[in-house]
């Protein structure tokens, strides 16, 4: 499973570090992308693992916003 998530807050290179770091290392998420300019993140995943919700938390985990 594909999702891109709309990530607020991110502005240098430790935050794309954080948002990266805290989406890996939940079981069954198979990669990350960040993209700071735009503040998307792709996350490819699998869904029977993990949920969109707990990849939103791990995400606010690390004090930005999920809008999308």
């Given at each position: ?22 989406l ?37 985990g ?7």
């Amino acid at each position: 499973m594909q999702i891109t998530l709309k990530v607020t807050g991110m502005t240098c290179g430790h935050c794309k570090q954080s948002v990266n770091d805290a989406l890996s290392n939940l079981e069954g998420v198979r990669s990350v992308e960040v993209n700071l300019d735009s503040g998307n993140v792709d996350v490819a995943y699998e869904d029977s693992l993990v949920s969109k919700q707990q990849l939103i938390e791990a995400v606010e985990g690390q004090g930005y916003d999920v809008v999308a």
